[in-house]
């Protein structure tokens, strides 16, 4: 066993998914209303549709980008209050947004590049494509907490990550499993291919992951911050884009 490993302090996830949960019911209200947003430009297309459409309109081509761009408005100002939340403040909504707003283009490029980083690693093979999940899993609460730049965001994640890439995989796939069962359920409740209902159940899941994804990703990077500043953390760290686990 090397030193970095018998020496590495446990991220603990059990006492991390209890902080995730404590800021979630805390600042429940004002983060169910910002993960709700993304989900408006659907909505509305839906309603100028009518239906439905197993083909792509000109309101659904429209909604697409203006969602993408709320969600990550959203998960950037779920990302500032749960922040404050941790440290023992309240979720101010009106300041989480209006930090947001300000960070917003670093936000948009940031989730980006990482997630072209992750479908080009999933596209080559799924392992790394997961890995890339790992090593960037804490870029939007790097960019919002530290206002790292996009590229200090991504190497920030890398660093915080290094060590503990299983752990912070696992916790991506337990706040995706809501979202799946989620699915599931809306699915059995549908009789036809697309419906409405799985429209609504579709946008449900989405907000929930969204939630989850953005709450737990701060109470990790809270941990890992702790961890990175104690005595046995505090050396060189390998560059984020080496891949190393």
């Known amino acids: 066993m090397s030193r970095h490993t018998a020496h590495r302090p446990p991220l603990r996830l059990p006492l991390l998914l209890a902080n995730a949960v404590k800021g979630l019911w805390r600042g429940l209200v004002p983060i169910v209303l910002l993960n709700a947003l993304p989900s408006l430009p659907t909505l509305l297309a839906l309603m100028v549709n009518g239906e439905v459409s197993q083909t792509p309109t000109l309101a659904d081509l429209v909604a697409l980008p203006i969602a993408v761009i709320l969600l990550v408005f959203a998960q950037g100002a779920t990302v500032a209050g749960t922040h404050r939340l941790l440290q ?60 790292t730049d996009m590229v200090e965001s991504l190497e ?29 359920v809306t699915g059995d409740l549908a009789n036809a291919p697309a419906t409405g209902m799985q429209a609504l159940g579709q946008e449900a899941g989405m907000m929930l992951f969204s939630m989850l994804s953005a709450v737990t990703a701060t109470a990790a990077f809270e941990r890992l911050g702790e961890i990175r500043g104690m005595p046995e953390a505090a050396r060189p760290l390998p560059e984020w884009a080496s891949g190393k686990t």
């Open 88 to 147: 023992g403040d309240d979720f101010d909504l009106p300041l989480s947004m209006q930090q947001t707003w300000r960070r917003l283009p670093t936000l948009l490029g940031t989730a980006f590049l990482s997630g072209i980083l992750v479908l080009l690693g999933l596209a080559a093979l799924v392992v790394p494509g997961l890995m890339a999940i790992a090593l960037l899993y804490l870029v939007l609460p790097a960019c919002m907490i530290e206002r």
């Open 156 to 184: 920030r994640s890398g660093q915080l990550t290094q060590g503990y890439r299983w752990s912070i995989l696992g916790l991506f796939i337990l706040t995706l499993l809501p979202t799946i069962g989620l699915g599931a």
